[in-house]
């Protein structure tokens, strides 16, 4: 089994639309949390950390669960330029980050 | 500011032939880390540097061999290419605080016939 585990997709929405992709981790000692953003052969950017408290940049709303172990990534009004596939990244310690194997987003006009 | 650099970008290398990838970073962070990434497959930690002359191995280190001489380059190497090898490889840069993101570089396209 997998450390952290995204749902592949792809996810298919139109502009505008709402969607939500989750990632759910087994370590419980996990301490750190990200979403990133890898479009189509780049490098990953980090889109946004994840806060025990939820987390909001614009469009962006994060979400930590850690009883559950799990991290969600709302994104409202797609735009086409949100196509893009996400990583869920959880860090085990300083050095120690596991990455999923991503969710890919495509938005249609 | 290029950021993180990776040479070269793409690369073809026969099962048995060696070769050095190179990062070079000019954030001055402390902490550099080399990644592969497989098709579904997060990106896996090979080996990581946490300052000039030290290294240590991550979660895929088997076969890889790293140096940092200096604070702004790390070197991946390796010795004996194996087609398992082939992969898209990314090399990462943080400062000191721990919560730090890391920054990419644009990536190694290496594949091992």
């Known amino acids: 089994r997998k450390e952290v585990e995204q749902d592949p997709g792809p996810f298919n929405v ?75 990244v959880v860090g085990r310690g300083a050095h120690d980050m596991r990455f999923g194997a991503g969710t890919r987003l495509t938005v249609k006009p | 500011n290029a950021g993180v650099t990776q040479t070269p970008k793409f690369r073809v290398l026969k099962t048995g032939q060696s070769m050095t990838l190179l990062c070079a970073q000019d954030m001055n962070h402390e902490y550099m880390y080399w990644y592969r990434q497989d098709p579904g497959m997060g990106l896996r930690l090979i080996h990581y540097s946490v300052g000039e002359g030290t290294t240590a191995k991550g979660e895929v280190p088997d076969g890889y061999n790293v140096s940092r001489l200096k604070k702004q380059n790390f070197l991946l190497g390796l010795e004996s290419a194996a087609p398992s090898q082939t992969s898209v490889y990314f090399c990462a840069s943080k400062r000191l605080a721990e919560t730090d993101t890391q920054y990419f570089g644009p990536g190694t396209r290496l594949t091992v016939l």
């Open chain 1, 14 to 88: 139109p502009e505008g639309a709402t969607v939500a992709f989750n990632c759910t981790y087994s370590n419980s000692a996990s301490q750190s949390f990200f979403w990133y953003r890898q479009d189509c052969r780049k490098e990953p950017k980090l889109l946004m950390s994840v806060y025990s408290s939820g987390n909001e940049d614009g469009r962006f709303t994060a979400q930590l669960n850690r009883a559950s172990q799990y991290i969600s990534l709302l994104i409202r009004d797609s735009k086409l330029s949100d196509s893009a596939t996400y990583l869920c």
